[in-house]
């Protein structure tokens, strides 16, 4: 059977081809599945677990109908969703996992990210992170409400538009040295992450060998989700309807 990566969908109800391409894809290929790992920004915005955005209310629902028939899904919080919290777990049959998480696929060791951390030449951002991350800077945001932190998201939403338009490409893509770096410290010969939109599969020197890094493409003109077996891997074009 396959296990299956996907991340930065970005769902938002402006999107709708998208919100349906994720819901067929749940149905046909995740139904069949070993396990769907969901490596972040599953949502473009995520408010908290107190605010039911109608258009992903089907979402909700095929997510919780896979999970009980029988596929795992792990889901992992991104730059977008990190306000994704239990009650959306209990209510989609979802388990969340930490960023980073290091595996056993197919007897092999494997660290899994989201990849924002990996960009450490974006010290604006990094900056931002940390600050976000914060549990009580979580709960004074999650204290506000619902009005006030859709307006917040949507400011969010814009000024993040304008700071990535105005960055270097080469500070938001990661760093190699942290690549390394992490890879030794969890002993992996194999990374998988998303979040800079630039999906590839990169040879990582080690210095006594040599790793991969399989870098998930985004699902803005058609989803991605790579696949891996016991035969190899492979990358899953899946279009939206």
């Known amino acids: 059977m396959d296990t299956l990566f996907i991340s930065d969908l970005h769902l938002h109800p402006s999107r709708p081809a998208i919100l ?5 894809f749940l149905q046909r290929q995740a139904a069949d599945a070993e396990a769907l790992y ?5 949502f473009d915005v995520w408010i908290g677990d107190d605010y039911a955005e109608p258009a992903f209310a089907p979402v909700l629902q095929d997510l919780r109908a896979c999970t009980e028939a029988g596929t795992p899904i792990y889901l992992m919080h991104g730059n977008r969703d990190f306000l994704i919290g239990e009650q959306f777990a209990a209510a989609t049959g979802c388990t969340l996992i930490t960023d980073p998480t290091r595996t056993d696929l197919y007897g092999t060791p494997v660290l899994l990210m989201h990849g924002d951390t990996l960009c450490t030449d974006d010290g604006d951002y990094q900056a931002l992170r940390k600050k976000v991350r914060n549990p009580a800077w979580q709960e004074q945001a999650l204290s506000l409400p619902v009005s006030e932190r859709l307006e917040l998201a949507a400011q ?3 000024l993040s538009s304008l700071a990535t338009g105005r960055k270097d490409e080469t500070i938001m893509d990661v760093n190699q040295d942290e690549v390394q770096r ?3 410290e969890y002993d992996v010969r194999l990374l998988i992450h998303g979040h800079t939109h630039r999906p ?3 040879e990582v020197d080690l210095g006594s060998s040599t790793a991969r890094r399989i870098v998930l493409g985004d699902w803005y003109s058609r989803g991605e989700a790579v696949v891996i077996n016991r035969n190899g891997l492979e990358r899953l074009q899946i279009h939206a309807a």
């Open 20 to 24: 349906n391409g994720f819901r067929q």
């Open 38 to 42: 969901i490596l972040g920004d599953l």
């Open 156 to 158: 969010a939403r814009e």
């Open 182 to 184: 992490v890879m030794r």
């Open 200 to 202: 590839g599969n990169h």
